[in-house]
């Protein structure tokens, strides 16, 4: 009894000086994750592995091509590449588990998806993400993502943020795909039905010896809950998906093109500025809520309201400070789409200004979702075409604005 009571504290102990760490963006793990190391002069800090930073880099790169987990696992075996625990041995790290088992320790797939779904390669630290529930029992268990201990910007990233959350979007549409009913075709996860929802898939049609691909609702095929009996031969449709995508995208060149011309004007600093201005009235906004906020149990304590006016004032605030966020949000985007030139961005998928092939990379950087209606009705949803909107409506509020400007310098 008392020898459990002892130990029980000891636990708890450890745990919270375990926090305090954490919550100052120390890495604490005894091992650095594949592709970096424990700087020499801080072992609470990573820098960069340089001798595999290629290797982390490639596995994104990869998956964007649409290789699965498996085939990127066998590639990096049949080229020799060390997987992460031989690496750790090759570099002098004492690490002992599971070595026992294997002589030399493949790339398996769970070791590349557990690459692509870490943050740390952004430069994101998730620690306390598992916990012994105590010190008795040693099983490893998931705790709840609000108690994790985040800490953004806590060293040098390897991989870009956007090409991350890419194949973020990418491996949840793909775990969605049940692998006996749906092969994974280049629109896979992104094809829609337009009646269900429910993905299309990839149906063989075997015609007087030759082989024929169409698309169709997966529901339909299955289990004729939606009516949607559309199908779709791939080769007519994959033409004009890449039709209307290049179509869009010099809709967005075009208006690019304009915001440049624009971006190079004195009135445009002016415009940033002005944005600038309204997200700190936000923010100033939110902490006035904040403020109110907190104020409330206050006014609970000394019974100057109730308990149901506490929380639905509570709310209120809450409600009004997310709303302000959003807007935020949404003043932080404008400013970076009409100061950055996306353009350039994308001109290495489409050289000349259009998109010659339609590949999985161009899909899943380029379209959000397709939704098939029917044979006469398709719409897509382009990755660029927010970007587009807000440059339009810019342009054309700079056109109203100049015009104004010009007449009163006319008075
Ligand atoms: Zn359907």
């Known amino acids: 009894m008392i020898n459990d009571a002892y130990c029980n504290d000891i636990s708890v102990k450890t745990r919270s000086s375990l926090d305090i760490k954490c919550r100052n963006g120390n890495f604490l793990s005894a091992y650095a994750p594949y592709g970096y190391l424990k700087s020499p002069d801080n072992k609470n800090k990573l820098i960069i592995d340089e001798s595999v930073k290629e290797t982390v880099s490639d596995i994104f790169n990869w998956k964007l091509a649409g290789m699965s987990a498996l085939r990127i696992a066998e590639r990096l075996n049949s080229l020799g590449i060390a997987s992460p625990m031989e690496h750790k041995r090759e570099i002098g790290i004492d690490y002992k588990s599971a070595q026992k088992t294997h002589f030399t320790a493949l790339w398996s797939a769970k070791a ?43 060293h040098e990233p390897i991989i870009d943020e956007k090409l991350f959350y890419i194949i973020q979007n990418l491996m949840n549409e793909d775990t969605r795909v049940s692998p006996k009913n749906e092969s994974l075709h280049i629109l896979s996860g992104i094809l829609k039905c337009g009646k269900c929802g429910c993905n299309m898939t990839r149906k063989k049609v075997v015609s007087s010896g030759r082989e024929f691909y169409y698309y169709v609702c997966s529901d339909n095929k299955n289990r004729k809950n939606c009516d949607n009996s559309v199908t779709i031969s791939v080769k ?35 415009q940033i500025n002005r944005l600038n201005k309204e997200i700190d009235k936000n923010i100033e906004q939110i902490e006035i809520n904040k403020k109110y906020s907190l104020g409330l149990y206050e006014d609970l304590k000394s019974h100057l309201i109730n308990e149901k006016d506490y ?64 044979k006469e009705r398709i719409e897509a949803d382009f990755k660029f075409q927010s970007d ?22 006319a008075e």
């Open 311 to 374: 929380k639905s004032l509570k709310q209120m605030y809450s409600d009004r400070i997310d709303g302000l966020n959003l807007k935020i949000e949404k003043l932080k985007r404008e400013i970076d789409v009409i100061s950055s030139d996306r353009y350039s961005e994308y001109a290495k998928y489409a050289e000349k200004g259009r998109f010659e092939k339609l590949t999985r990379e161009v899909i899943v950087t380029f379209i959000d979702r397709i939704f098939v209606f029917g």
């Open 388 to 409: 587009y909107e807000i440059m339009r409506n810019y342009i054309n509020n700079v056109a109203k604005n100049s015009v104004f400007l010009s007449e009163k310098e």
């Open 236 to 270: 007519k449709f994959e033409k004009a998906i890449l039709e209307m995508l290049n179509i869009s995208f010099l809709q967005f060149t075009e208006v690019q093109r304009v915001m440049k011309t624009i971006s190079s004007l004195p009135f445009h600093n002016t």
């Open 112 to 154: 590349v998806t557990r690459i692509l779904r870490n943050k740390v390669y952004i430069g994101v630290l998730e620690q306390h993400k598992t916990t012994t529930p105590n010190y008795k029992i040693k099983v490893r268990t998931e705790k709840p993502k609000d108690e994790w201990i985040v800490t953004e910007n806590s």
